[in-house]
């Protein structure tokens, strides 16, 4: 079946220090990937997608592109701010109703 | 611009009593969804609805059951709650056709059983 595996966290980072999120998937045929953001006490928010391989999502300065080769879509910003302290999943859609599979989130914390 | 309502925000409930969570969406879509969102889990879908008039079983269905009550309305149901069932459900839709097409999410229903 479908997986998604997702860097463990907590991460906590400085104001505008870079920051990468690991994902890597298994899947059968060719899945959409997708990043969505859960800030405190909110439902999740579509941050950024790829469709196919060497696609490049971005949004508010998050990067991922999708590495087909090495079943991956990692998530890249390069200065991070206070308000992106969130949680962060990747998830890809398969199946005939397009059924999200996520990955476990990782919770980032950027401080001051 | 609702999107995607869930009803209620918080409820608890005692082991054994039943309950319906209530979701609606606005934007025509033809596909609905059902999670449940415990720590370190990630999302788990429970059941989804392809088109109005169909739902399927997901990753992890036991101790539920929906109803898609027309393209708007998609609704779960614990019969007889559990403690294993204290979680954040979420509802989502998506217009369903194609892949690539996001899945736009409601707040969620923080549900605590004791």
């Known amino acids: 079946g479908n997986s998604v595996t997702q860097m463990e966290g907590p991460v906590t980072l400085s104001e505008e220090a870079f920051l990468t999120i690991n994902c890597t998937y298994t899947?059968?045929?060719?899945?959409?990937l997708f990043w969505y953001v859960q800030y405190p006490g909110e439902g999740l928010q579509l941050l950024l997608k790829a469709t196919k391989a060497d696609d490049k999502g971005s949004n508010k300065g998050f990067e991922a592109t999708y590495r087909k080769e090495t079943t991956s879509f990692h998530l890249e910003k390069g200065s991070v701010q206070v308000s992106d302290s969130a949680v962060y999943f990747c998830a890809l859609s398969s199946g005939s109703a397009r059924q999200l599979t996520f990955g476990s989130g990782t919770q980032l914390t950027v401080l001051p | 611009n609702a999107g995607v309502t869930q009803t209620p925000k918080f409820q608890v409930l005692k082991t054994g009593q039943s309950m319906t969570l209530q979701c609606a969406q606005d934007m025509n879509h033809n596909s609905m969804y059902w999670y449940r969102q415990d720590p370190g889990m990630g999302l788990r879908l429970i059941y989804y609805?392809?088109?109005?008039?169909?739902?399927d079983k997901g990753e992890v269905p036991n101790g539920y059951n929906v109803s898609r009550l027309n393209k708007r309305e998609f609704s779960l149901r614990l019969e007889s709650a559990a403690p294993s069932q204290t979680s954040v459900y979420f509802c989502a839709s998506s217009p369903g056709q194609y892949s690539n097409q996001p899945q736009h999410f409601g707040d969620g229903t923080r549900l605590s059983i004791l």
């Open positions: 609805s392809a088109s109005e008039g169909t739902t």
């Open positions: 899947a059968t045929g060719y899945p959409s």
